[in-house]
């Protein structure tokens, strides 16, 4: 899709919906509407930004920007995560291909940012910017007979550039340069980094031919995507997406590329998102895996148990991309996003129980099987023990699916442990794990009785947020999805949770959230996905296309939230949550037509 638009920055900042994403697997960078790329982790996601304008208008950045001014035309290459913009002033037009690159066997052992400049008509004159910021510790300068080099910390990085730009080096931190593209021109800048590595440094050629080569690589994968009903271009677009969220390393799922950015505009539920939660990477296997990309499924589900089974005796919400713990929470001296603040790194989410997690585990596993895969005798282990725990547990108040600091008897949180046991007695019934499927079953049954005895409001005609509550959950339409619809409770419930949370196609996490954050993609998801597994899939269809439409003023990188009275994007991204979600939705319409 061909994006076309004026970007502003407003006291320094663009909009969070005027960014794309380039990743290679490892790290990624956002790449704002103006050319400048204002956030980047390198050489992992969760390393320290090396570009932090996202946190500080005058922060770290990347910048490549037109000296007149000037509109794009912004789009990524069809089936492939490769960006490309045009930019178009009174004098000419060019355009910037850039990729985090990749080689011929993956992943590459050093970060790659390429960025190619063509003179398309006309004349464009670009100014180059480059001041990676200094969070990792000093900076040093050096120039070797090879390349010019900045130690950034523990980082080795170089600049490299074709002869006729003119570069200044004005200080250890700021290198800038102009360059004017005429028509049939053509070149290419790129920064590389390595980490407590020896650097290497290729010819500017093969880091411009890796940007094609890159985006055959994306192609590939895309390949494989099996899905070609109606939403065929939103559901490619959205697996691209997620799939720079899978840490290839190790294949954990981080949550979100960025920390730190606003659920409300001088809010201060500023948290880190570059981790990897139990939730989050099980919702993400499911929909990859009905997406077709087995590859990344395995290996996060691989990540999952191992990491679940090094971390005795009981299962945390969250950990790090290398499946340790988190760190501490923390403040960053910084203004933040639009001036709001604290922005934090490090998640206090370790700390904090959320049961629904043995449901989004045990029906991963279930949903492994029933495709035809084989669960392996260390996992089945691993996952009767956690049906065991769930057992013991699920009477137990937690933080549930919002990780609130009011510990409560969560109903969503109730669900996923019912979810848990029945999925536990069916993988046993079938084979696939040992343990007492009738004694699951059983203690399932008592859980449910337990929801409905204690969890149902007949002043809402609903189940609410946790009981002895009059308050609504939206994440409650995720249970649709479950099997937990009886006597029409889960039909009424959505009828509550629309007319009370929802704005048009776009809904609240919960009751009063509208007072404190944006609608949560998700959340807005889960409707459709609730509309088509309760038997409505026209309508659910209506919905999905209303909500494209809301999600459109962007470049396929979904937020967390959107401020339904402005379109603007909230907090971090790209958000997995939201576009696996989004995934589920699709899937959900074709799955019961």
């Known amino acids: 899709m061909l994006t076309s638009l004026i970007p502003k920055r407003s006291h320094g900042f663009l909009p969070l919906e005027h960014y794309a994403a380039i990743g290679d697997g490892r790290s990624l960078a956002l790449v704002g509407a103006d050319g400048s790329i204002d956030w980047w982790c390198a050489p992992d996601m969760d390393s320290p930004p090396l570009f932090n304008r996202l946190h500080d208008a005058s922060g770290g950045r990347f910048s490549i920007t037109p000296r007149e001014p000037f509109h794009i035309e912004r789009r990524y290459r069809e089936s492939s995560n490769v960006l490309e913009t045009v930019f178009i002033t009174a004098t000419g037009t060019a355009r910037i291909t850039e990729s985090l690159n990749s080689g011929v066997a993956g992943r590459l052992p050093w970060c790659e940012?390429?960025?190619?400049?063509?003179?398309?008509?006309?004349?464009?004159?670009?100014?180059?910017?480059?001041?990676?910021?200094?969070?990792?510790?000093?900076?040093?300068?050096?120039?070797?007979?090879?390349?010019?080099?900045?130690?950034?910390?523990?980082?080795?990085?170089?600049?490299?550039?074709?002869?006729?730009?003119?570069?200044?080096?004005?200080?250890?931190?700021?290198?800038?340069?102009?360059?004017?593209?005429?028509?049939?021109?053509?070149?290419?800048?790129?920064?590389?980094?390595?980490?407590?590595?020896p650097l290497a440094i290729p010819t500017l050629c093969e880091v411009n031919a890796r940007i094609d080569l890159s985006d055959q690589e994306w192609r590939r994968w895309t390949e494989q995507l099996t899905y070609d009903g109606v939403f065929a271009a939103d559901l490619k677009r959205c697996a691209l997406s997620l799939k720079f969220l899978v840490f290839s390393k190790t294949g954990a799922i981080a949550a979100a590329a960025t920390s730190g950015l606003p659920e409300r505009i001088g809010g201060d539920k500023n948290y880190d998102y570059r981790y990897a939660w139990i939730r989050d990477a099980a919702y993400t296997i499911k929909a990859l895996l009905r997406a077709g990309a087995l590859q990344e499924s395995i290996g996060a589900f691989g990540w999952l148990v191992r990491t679940l089974g090094k971390d005795e005796p009981r299962p945390k919400v969250v950990y790090t991309l290398a499946?340790?713990?988190?760190?501490?929470?923390?403040?960053?001296?910084?203004?933040?996003?639009?001036?709001?603040?604290?922005?934090?790194?490090?998640?206090?989410?370790?700390?904090?129980?959320?049961?629904?997690?043995?449901?989004?585990?045990?029906?991963?596993?279930?949903?492994?099987?029933?495709?035809?895969?084989?669960?392996?005798?260390?996992?089945?282990?691993?996952?009767?023990?956690?049906?065991?725990?769930?057992?013991?547990?699920?009477?137990?108040?937690?933080?549930?699916?919002?990780?609130?600091?009011?510990?409560?008897?969560?109903?969503?949180?109730?669900?996923?442990?019912?979810?848990?046991?029945?999925?536990?007695a069916q993988l046993a019934r079938d084979g696939h794990i040992a343990g007492d499927a009738d004694g699951w079953e059983l203690e399932s049954e008592r859980v449910k009785q337990w929801i409905d005895e204690n969890c149902w409001s007949e002043q809402m005609q609903s189940y609410t947020f946790y009981a002895g509550s009059q308050k609504l959950d939206a994440s409650l339409l995720l249970t649709t999805r479950f099997g937990f619809e009886?006597?029409?409770?889960?039909?009424?419930?959505?009828?509550?949770?629309?007319?009370?949370?929802?704005?048009?196609?776009?809904?609240?996490?919960?009751?009063?959230?509208?007072?404190?954050?944006?609608?949560?993609?998700?959340?807005?998801?889960?409707?459709?996905?609730?509309y088509a597994f309760l038997g409505q899939v026209d309508q659910a269809e209506v919905l999905l296309k209303a909500l494209l439409g809301k999600l459109g003023n962007n470049f396929g990188i979904l937020t967390e939230q959107i401020d339904p009275a402005t379109g603007e994007g909230l907090g971090n991204l790209p958000q997995g949550l939201s576009h696996l979600a989004l995934l589920h939705a699709i899937f959900s319409i074709e799955e019961n037509r």
């Open 486 to 530: 009886h006597d029409e409770r889960l039909s009424r419930t959505l009828v509550a949770i629309e007319r009370n949370l929802a704005v048009g196609p776009l809904v609240y996490r919960y009751t009063d959230a509208d007072k404190e954050e944006g609608a949560f993609v998700a959340c807005s998801c889960w409707l459709v996905e609730a």
């Open 113 to 197: 940012l390429a960025r190619r400049i063509e003179g398309l008509s006309g004349h464009v004159a670009f100014d180059i910017r480059l001041t990676p910021i200094c969070a990792r510790g000093s900076v040093r300068r050096i120039d070797h007979s090879n390349a010019a080099v900045r130690y950034i910390g523990d980082l080795v990085t170089t600049f490299c550039h074709e002869p006729e730009i003119e570069i200044t080096e004005d200080e250890d931190t700021l290198t800038t340069a102009r360059w004017t593209a005429h028509a049939g021109d053509e070149t290419c800048v790129a920064l590389l980094v390595s980490d407590q590595a």
């Open 323 to 424: 499946g340790k713990e988190v760190p501490d929470e923390s403040i960053i001296d910084v203004p933040g996003y639009k001036g709001s603040s604290p922005v934090r790194t490090g998640n206090r989410a370790k700390e904090q129980i959320q049961l629904s997690c043995y449901g989004d585990i045990l029906e991963t596993a279930s949903l492994f099987a029933q495709m035809g895969h084989v669960i392996d005798p260390h996992a089945a282990k691993l996952l009767a023990r956690l049906a065991d725990q769930c057992t013991e547990r699920w009477k137990i108040k937690d933080s549930g699916i919002w990780e609130l600091e009011d510990e409560q008897h969560y109903t969503f949180s109730k669900i996923g442990c019912w979810l848990a046991l029945s999925k536990a």
